[in-house]
């Protein structure tokens, strides 16, 4: 497990100096409302604490304070409180003192209960006292007497009021906002502005309102609370579809929406203090198996858990997000270096070592890590993200569990995305040949059967194997493309040699995921059908070694396949994790012993016992039994004593042309003993 780095050994947080002056500037502040206060007292205006009219409006102004509207807003959080509209309609009917007082009693109520520190419930209150005082000034200045009699010469006196009442709010808090972040003071007070002057604007309007109602019948007043609970309840309404909007339903992470302002944000923070930025992107491995096999309902109880955990390896002001699927990232800033930046994503890495108890089944679940640092990598929020996943994508490759972004990996990528456009085309080209290797009867005699193993001929590369190509093919949704091109040659070619004298039985590769593709036997059928062939005469092969889907349209689909007659077999058996559970799934007549296990058999005792016992258990199943990989002699011995039907390898027969594959077979008089003999 790895240190954790200790806040501030690699994240630069503001200098000393600048935490040292947030208390002084509070102080400073709440210092000037006093001696304000005392200036004002001066003049002989008086609080009314006995009119109750005047303690109506203090109610009203602590009940705005105490419903405020969080409005989610560049990643960050702007508060919207309507107590303001009250507030000023309070200097303009009480007067400034009566005003501060209101505003300080008001802004003490929401504070000192959410146990703010007194530094700050003391500038809060300050600072609203400050502004409504500022305001009336501004009403004097005008020539407008306070408390007013009428409100009609009054209007514009107050608008004008209203502005500067903004305007002082937004000046005093803008300082305290950069203390507290580290940020530029031009950055506070520029941010978000047309947003806070419209919301400030719309609330201190209704100051007027109020003021007419007051000035009518004091009755008419908590009616004006009607709107602003109007206001009020459709403000919640709307930030609720905006968390909808922004948070992820199942973990109440941020998601890719929201990541995206978060990034924007610390990238301008970055660039103004020079710091660099960190986004890592955390991928789960097999998280698609365990969605397969345990549901999709435990699938998302460990999504949970896992963000949990993640949340808990996390340094206060990092990021946590989840992308999609089984897909999350964390954003830090400010980090020092690359070094940092792997040491937390190893971290993270670690967090998910422990393994996770869920409904009393433990699970081990490991994840691959993608690391993209500005500016080092990118300077925008959708660079980053994509070179943080291709860096993702590499650890994947290299099945490493963390990879910090290198240029190298992105021509890997721009290479993939040309070749998946190309294989499109390829596809289209008759591109993709397909060769075909023998299965050999071990009792003796002419094959009976064939694997179709498709090569892509390209025309720049030459020929590519499998491996270079199929991968690529279910990445970028080609797959189902390529089995129905594949499955469209070999049982054109097992008409031919029927033409030819030659009867060949065929087996098809089939990637899993091609199991969710509904019209997958409706198109097997029309192929078979196309080429006159009975279905019996085709095998499908479906790897073992990934997890074979689940649910209602691969269950259809398998069922509909064995309805049509096509006969089904487990290609690399004792790879994967659940051979016995796809044993009870899948309608297979055959299963494929995995090239593994018989290369080694003959030097290996326990490849052998795995060997003998996997062909026992087929047998007790009514199964036939392929040894895939068969290179020796001995090997072909040694399968055949154990009583394993057919045999598949380069020490029968390489994959070759179906011309060269019609020869081999025909080599074989019906009678005669396999080669090697
Ligand atoms: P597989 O289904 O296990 O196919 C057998 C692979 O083993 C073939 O590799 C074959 O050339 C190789 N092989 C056969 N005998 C021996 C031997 O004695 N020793 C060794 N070392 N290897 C032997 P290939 O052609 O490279 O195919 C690789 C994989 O690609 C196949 O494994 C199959 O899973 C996949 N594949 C091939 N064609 C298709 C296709 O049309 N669709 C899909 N979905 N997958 C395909
Ligand atoms: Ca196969
Ligand atoms: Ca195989």
Redesign the pocket.
């Known amino acids: 497990m790895l240190a954790r780095p200790h806040q501030g050994q690699g994240r630069r947080l503001p200098p000393p100096s600048l935490l040292r002056t947030l208390p002084t500037y509070s102080a400073v502040v709440t210092l000037a409302a006093a001696i304000v206060f005392i200036g004002v007292a001066g003049t002989g205006e008086r609080v009314p604490l006995d009119d109750w009219q005047y303690l109506l409006f203090v109610a009203l102004i602590v009940a705005g304070e105490l419903l405020p509207v969080d409005v989610p807003r560049g990643g960050g959080r702007d508060r919207v409180t309507v107590s303001s509209a009250f507030a000023f309609a309070v200097l303009l009917l009480f007067g400034t003192l009566p005003a501060m007082v209101a505003c300080a009693l008001a802004s003490l109520a929401a504070d000192v209960p959410a146990r703010l520190s007194p530094a700050k419930v003391a500038f809060n209150a300050a600072q609203y006292a400050l502004a409504v005082a500022a305001a009336g000034a501004a009403l004097k200045w005008t020539g407008q007497d306070l408390p007013v009699e009428s409100l009609g010469t009054a209007l514009v006196a107050s608008l004008a009021g209203a502005g500067v009442f903004f305007v002082v709010n937004h000046l005093l808090v803008s300082p305290a906002a950069a203390l507290l972040t580290g940020t530029s003071l031009w950055r506070q007070v520029s941010s978000g502005l047309p947003f806070k002057v419209a919301t400030a604007g719309v609330v201190l309007t209704l100051a007027p309102v109020i003021v007419a109602c007051a000035l009518t019948s004091v009755w008419l007043v908590p009616l004006c609370l009607l709107p602003v609970l109007a206001v009020y309840v459709g403000a919640r309404q709307t930030v609720r579809d905006l968390h909808r909007a922004m948070y992820d339903g199942l973990t109440e992470l941020p998601n890719r929406v929201l990541l995206r302002e978060h990034i924007e944000r610390a990238l301008e923070d970055a660039s103004d203090s020079g710091h660099r930025a960190a986004l890592m992107v955390l991928d789960l491995n097999d998280f698609k198996a365990v969605n397969d096999t345990m549901g999709y309902a435990y699938g998302d109880r460990l999504l949970q858990a896992v963000s949990a955990r993640l949340a808990s390896a996390l340094d206060p002001g990092d990021v946590l997000a989840r992308l999609g699927a089984d897909e999350f990232a964390v954003l830090s800033a400010p980090v020092h270096d690359g070094r940092y930046a792997r040491a937390l994503a190893e971290r993270l890495g670690d967090a998910m070592c422990e393994s996770f108890e869920l409904e009393e089944i433990v699970l081990d679940v490991r994840a691959s890590i993608g690391v993209a640092l500005y500016p080092d990598d990118a300077t925008t929020a959708d660079m980053l993200l994509r070179k943080a996943d291709v860096a993702l994508h590499s650890a994947k490759d290299s099945q490493q569990p963390v990879e910090l972004y290198a240029v190298a990996q992105d021509h890997y990528t721009v290479d993939r995305l040309l070749l998946a456009a190309q294989l499109r085309r390829g596809l289209e080209n008759g591109e993709i040949v397909v060769e075909y290797?023998p299965k050999y009867p071990l009792r003796g005699g002419r094959p009976t059967g064939v694997?179709?193993?498709?090569r892509w001929q390209h025309p720049e590369l030459g020929r590519i194997?499998?491996?270079g190509f199929?991968p690529l093919a279910e990445q970028s949704g080609l797959?189902n493309r390529?089995?129905d091109v594949?499955m469209g040659e070999a049982l054109g070619q097992v008409a031919e040699w029927r033409r030819q004298g030659v009867d060949l039985r065929v087996g098809?590769?089939?990637?899993p995921r091609t199991l969710l593709d509904a019209n997958l036997p409706q198109r097997i059928a029309a192929t078979l059908a196309a080429a006159g062939i009975e279905a019996g005469c085709l095998q499908l092969?479906i790897?073992e070694s990934r997890s074979v889907p689940s649910g209602p349209v691969a269950d259809a689909v398998i069922e509909r396949l064995r309805v049509l007659g096509v006969g089904l077999a487990i290609?690399?058996f004792g790879t994967g994790f659940s051979s016995l559970v796809q044993l009870q799934r899948l309608p297979v007549d055959e299963i494929k012993i995995d090239?593994s296990f018989v290369a080694n058999m003959d030097r290996n005792t326990s490849d052998a016992t795995i060997v003998r016992s996997t062909i026992e258990l087929a047998h007790n199943l009514g199964l036939t039994v392929t040894a895939?990989?068969?290179?020796t002699e001995s090997a072909r011995r040694q399968l055949a004593e154990m009583g394993c039907e057919l045999a598949?390898?380069?020490?029968l027969c390489r994959?070759v042309s179906a011309e060269g594959c019609a020869e081999a077979v025909r080599r074989f008089a019906p009678a005669q003993a396999t080669p090697g003999q």
């Open positions: 290797q694997e179709a193993l498709a194997g499998p491996d199929i797959i390529l089995t594949v098809v590769n089939l990637s092969e790897t290609d690399d090239r895939e990989g068969v290179e598949q390898g380069y020490g994959p």
